[in-house]
């Protein structure tokens, strides 16, 4: 049986690659999502990456995460992080263990940027790696 791991991405990720590549690097959402279905496959995970402008479509996929019995589930949501009380509270209702993911580190940059609705909810976090941060994330989700 293999487990599948959620990686649930917010508003204007799927510009990455495009967007201030200084801060966020070259690579794509779909070079993420590459990288990391090759990863996962030795570790027996199935990797179900989305990503939405959509506040309310992230919250609707933090629950089908749980619905469909996934192992854990990889958040980045991008500016949501810092907004969204509805993304907090999607994640304290659901058992799937939830970890937060960023490609700059948030604690280095702007003061509004310092808060994480999503981090107070997560079970842990991992920052300022880069696009690499999305493994390590896997790597974690793989131990749980």
């Given at each position: 049986m293999t487990?599948?791991?959620?990686?649930?991405?917010?508003?204007?990720?799927n510009?990455?690659?495009?967007?201030?590549?200084?801060?966020?690097?070259a690579d794509t959402l779909d070079d993420i999502a590459?990288?990391?279905e090759e990863r996962a496959k030795p570790l027996g995970i199935a990797i179900e990456m989305r990503q939405s402008n959509h506040e309310g479509h992230l919250c609707d996929w933090l629950h089908e995460a749980q619905s469909d019995g996934a192992k854990a589930v990889i958040l980045n949501a991008g500016a949501l992080t810092h907004t969204s009380l509805a993304l907090y509270d999607?994640?304290?209702?659901?058992?799937?263990?939830?970890?937060?993911?960023?490609?700059?580190?948030?604690?280095?940059?702007?003061?509004?940027r310092h808060k994480s609705y999503v981090g107070m909810a997560a079970l842990g976090s991992i920052a300022g790696f880069g696009a690499y941060g999305y493994e390590l994330a896997l790597d974690a989700a793989s131990k749980l």
């Amino acid at each position: 049986m293999t487990d599948t791991v959620f990686v649930l991405n917010g508003p204007n990720l799927n510009l990455l690659g495009v967007r201030e590549p200084e801060i966020y690097g070259a690579d794509t959402l779909d070079d993420i999502a590459t990288r990391l279905e090759e990863r996962a496959k030795p570790l027996g995970i199935a990797i179900e990456m989305r990503q939405s402008n959509h506040e309310g479509h992230l919250c609707d996929w933090l629950h089908e995460a749980q619905s469909d019995g996934a192992k854990a589930v990889i958040l980045n949501a991008g500016a949501l992080t810092h907004t969204s009380l509805a993304l907090y509270d999607a994640i304290k209702s659901i058992k799937t263990p939830v970890i937060e993911v960023h490609i700059s580190n948030p604690a280095a940059r702007e003061a509004y940027r310092h808060k994480s609705y999503v981090g107070m909810a997560a079970l842990g976090s991992i920052a300022g790696f880069g696009a690499y941060g999305y493994e390590l994330a896997l790597d974690a989700a793989s131990k749980l």
